[in-house]
């Protein structure tokens, strides 16, 4: 398999870290691919017309893309019902705790965006809007912290933690771990997996 | 079911469609949330710290949020298999589709947002990638068009259709069937599903 990558997309380590937790992480090939909003990468556009990663082009030539569909295709490729409860209330946990991460992941990538734009082109109101759905949603995962140690490490494990670990590498300075003890401490055991460690973003 | 919706979010279109087609829509409350990327809604908050639509309140009080696991929700409860396929390629195909069209819906709505700005802050580099990823998206669904009127109607076909009705609603502009005359046919049997009828996007 050939994976459109990056060593410093969030969305990228999700399925990196899936990768190692399932014992799949040799069987893909790695491919240095850049996208940014503002221009899409024509090299790729072929395997995936967004133009975003991660894009995963399977033997056959077929293309799987969007980060959580991947990630499931590997659980199914070992086995099955791993990373991914197959149904029932841990199923919808599961999916609900990923979207929560993810879907921070999503705005934390436009805030990032905006901030790197020349100032006369930045929105206040967007900078505002950013901090209070981060803020609000640090606070949820921080009462569902204690839940997340007592439930099988799955797929919303790996987006919260990759998700607080892309706070700490391009939003140092909101101290995310302030007011929010138990979280932090959750993250610690994120980061000491193996899967973790062998997927820390570099900025190279 | 409560559902926080609103009549033009093509993301609570999916959800709506994929109601009609499991036949539950009769067991969804809609409750119109308005939600702007600028401006937190407050009441919605508790329920999603995103901010975002759709978010579904289930009678226990849980919640799920992003589009893709509430149908896929919605599917189990209507017996599960129907609008998901539950394995093999089927299930990657149907996944991989719902990726595209929901990955347009995403530049779509960053680019609505974009042109919505006052000019000064306005960026020509987005407009210009904004562009060049929904006319390779286009000719991409343009060429998998035959294939998905032979596959049975699911989770892709809903997002590919609620896309293109998107693109008729708010970029009626781009005149997106040029040159992808399949699409446009498959297009108007998407339309002409009562599923389809009985969503549409009201500009009020």
Same mark, same amino acid.
């Given at each position: ?8 997309? $969030?969305?990228?380590r999700k399925v ?65 019902? /791993?990373?991914? $409860?197959?149904?029932? $209330?841990? #199923? ?16 934390? /990538? ?10 006369? #082109?930045?929105? $206040? ?26 439930? #099988?490490?799955?797929?919303?494990? /790996? ?31 994120? #980061? ?9 973003a570099v900025d190279?």
């Amino acid at each position: 398999m050939k994976l459109h990558w990056s060593p410093r997309s $969030p969305f990228v380590r999700k399925v990196m870290v899936a990768a190692h937790e399932l014992g799949l992480a040799d069987r893909i090939d790695c491919l240095r691919t850049v996208v940014r909003m503002t221009q899409p990468n024509l090299d790729l556009l072929p395997d995936n017309p967004l133009s975003k990663i991660p894009t995963l082009v399977l033997a056959d030539g077929s293309v799987l893309i969007d980060s959580v569909v991947i990630c499931e295709y590997l659980d199914s490729l070992a086995g099955g019902g /791993i990373l991914f $409860p197959p149904s029932g $209330p841990e #199923r919808w946990q599961a999916l609900a705790r990923h979207a929560l991460g993810n879907g921070l992941l999503d705005i934390l /990538i436009l805030w990032r965006n905006e901030r790197d734009k020349p100032e006369q #082109r930045q929105s $206040p109101e967007l900078h505002d809007s950013f901090a209070v759905k981060t803020r609000t949603t640090l606070d949820r995962l921080e009462a569902d912290a204690a839940d997340l140690d007592a439930t #099988r490490y799955g797929i919303g494990h /790996i987006a919260i933690g990759c998700c607080l670990s892309y706070l700490d590498f391009r939003f140092a300075d909101l101290g995310w771990r302030d007011g929010h003890p138990l979280l932090a401490g959750w993250h610690e055991s994120f #980061r000491a997996r193996p899967s973790a460690r062998a997927t820390e973003a570099v900025d190279a």
